[in-house]
């Protein structure tokens, strides 16, 4: 089975524009989550989304966002972008969202950079 | 709040002596640990975790970590270091009584360097 997948790899961007990841969680798997991984950090949890709800947000500026897709995929919007956002941008899938128990398994990220 | 604290950023083992990467957190509620490792220019692989139960948890590629509630500790052990251990890797909490989300709050990492 293929496991989380993540689009774009890599991103280039300039300040004040506006960027689009994408997530696609393992088969079967209906929670994900999202981080931020800034050089030299462990990862920042962003958001996490079960049966298409918020279930938590990080503490993170509105210019973040995110949505779940009835197929269980998700989408990470950033606005107005600017220098510090520059990171890895990790997905994480698990198999309900309420479960404690769950280990999160995570995608290859996509590694965003702005200019 | 909950957190994580990996007081070491690089541990350096030589190939086939036992290793240790330290771990400590603090939650609010009942803890649920998780160590994960980090290939570069890959994400997050997960090695095991510890929800309740035996103090010792075994996990992937021969790692095992032990939980100790009195010190509030969770290292990360292997009796014999291999070259191909050689990793980023990090320690994370999730808050037991925190229902409802599964949110994970990771350490900043320790870098193991296997020297062979």
């Known amino acids: 089975d293929a496991g989380v997948t993540q689009s774009p790899t890599h991103l280039i961007k300039t300040r004040g524009q506006q960027v689009t990841l994408r997530c696609s969680p393992i088969s079967g798997h209906k929670s994900v989550s999202w981080y931020q991984q800034v050089l030299g950090q462990g990862p920042q949890f962003i958001f996490q989304?079960?049966?298409?709800?918020?279930?938590g947000r990080g503490n993170f500026p509105d210019r973040f966002s995110a949505r779940q897709f009835p197929n269980y995929s998700s989408e990470l919007n950033v606005n107005a972008l600017l220098l510090g956002d520059s990171a890895l941008y990790l997905c994480?899938?698990?198999?309900?969202?309420?479960?404690?128990?769950?280990?999160?398994?995570f995608g290859p990220g996509t590694r965003l950079t702005v200019l | 709040a909950q957190s994580v604290a990996q007081p070491e950023d690089q541990v350096n083992v030589a190939e086939g002596n036992p290793l240790t990467v330290k771990c400590t957190y603090s939650v609010s509620g009942n803890p649920y640990l998780f160590w994960y490792v980090q290939y570069p220019n890959r994400g997050l692989q997960f090695l095991l975790k510890?929800?309740?139960?035996?103090?010792l948890v075994k996990g992937s590629y021969g790692f095992e970590a032990e939980f100790n509630k009195s010190q509030t500790s969770f290292h990360l052990k292997k009796p014999s270091a291999l070259v191909s251990d050689s990793a980023l890797y990090f320690c994370?909490?999730?808050?037991?009584?925190?229902?409802?989300?599964?949110?994970?709050?990771f350490g900043t990492g320790t870098r193991l360097t296997i020297i062979p």
């Open positions: 994370a909490v999730r808050d037991g009584g925190a229902f409802g989300n599964e949110k994970l709050t």
């Open positions: 989304y079960y049966e298409k709800e918020e279930r």
């Open positions: 994480a899938s698990s198999l309900t969202g309420l479960n404690l128990y769950n280990e999160q398994f």
């Open positions: 510890y929800i309740t139960g035996d103090n």
